[in-house]
């Protein structure tokens, strides 16, 4: 079946412009997370789903960052007044679900690649 | 604070050999351990994971061993071949509760190259 697809896969923007990622997880998946892969930080958490609220937000590294999740389904995530600090894949991963002492395995996406000049 | 750190950050071996990469962690509430494995271009895929209470798990090819006193773990890759050459990253999250809800810390990454 399809895996979790996020678009676009690549991203240009100059800096201080308002990027949107978009994420569409697999089929039936309630958690939703983000996580951003760069050369200095390696992967790094950001945000946690599960169906539209986040419980966790703790990873998010500024206000400029903010998230949602509509219909328990298509996440976005948006980065205003971006700073080239911001360069980065940022992949989003889905799973089944959370629950205590049980590991859901999470799919990842093929990420979005942006770059800030 | 780099709660996972993971060595070497790169790796070369020859067809048939034995590569390992090593893990440890600081947070003992961690309670599960997986490894990926990323292609270039493509997002982590799982490759295998393991839970505390076990100290070695093995799915074809590829082992986890893993030493709870010593909060370490290590990936073993046996008769590796060219096409295992990709990035591993091992994780550790947290199910026991909280607001954790399963998210993965990661170790910094290990290049792997198996040359024929």
């Known amino acids: 079946g399809a895996g979790v697809s996020q678009s676009p896969s690549n991203k240009v923007t100059e800096k201080g412009k308002d990027v949107e990622l978009r994420c569409d997880p697999i089929?039936?998946?309630?958690?939703l997370y983000w996580y951003r892969q760069s050369l200095g930080q390696g992967l790094e958490f950001l945000i946690y789903f599960q169906g539209n609220s986040a419980p966790d937000k703790s990873g998010l590294p500024s206000d400029r960052f903010s998230a949602e999740r509509t219909g328990g389904s298509v996440s976005t995530l948006t980065i205003q007044r971006t700073q080239q600090e911001d360069s980065a894949v940022y992949l989003c991963a889905s799973s089944l679900g959370t629950g205590l002492a049980i590991f859901y395995e999470q799919y990842f996406g093929p990420g979005t690649r942006l770059t800030v000049t | 604070q780099q709660q996972v750190k993971q060595s070497p950050q790169s790796l070369i071996v020859q067809k048939g050999g034995i590569p390992i990469i090593n893990c440890a962690y600081e947070?003992?509430?961690?309670?599960?351990f997986p490894w990926y494995q990323q292609f270039p271009g493509k997002g982590p895929a799982l490759l295998i994971a393991?839970?505390?209470?076990?100290s070695e798990k093995k799915e074809g090819r590829f082992t986890i061993s893993f030493n709870k006193s010593a909060k370490q773990f290590s990936l073993h890759i046996m008769d590796s071949q060219p096409g295992d050459s990709a990035t591993y990253f091992c994780?550790?999250?947290?199910?026991?509760?909280?607001?954790?809800?399963?998210?993965?810390?990661f170790g910094q990454g290990t290049i792997l190259t198996v040359h024929p």
């Open positions: 393991i839970r505390p209470d076990v």
């Open positions: 089929s039936g998946h309630t958690a």
């Open positions: 947070n003992t509430a961690f309670d599960y």
């Open positions: 994780a550790a999250s947290l199910h026991a509760g909280g607001t954790s809800y399963g998210k993965l810390t």
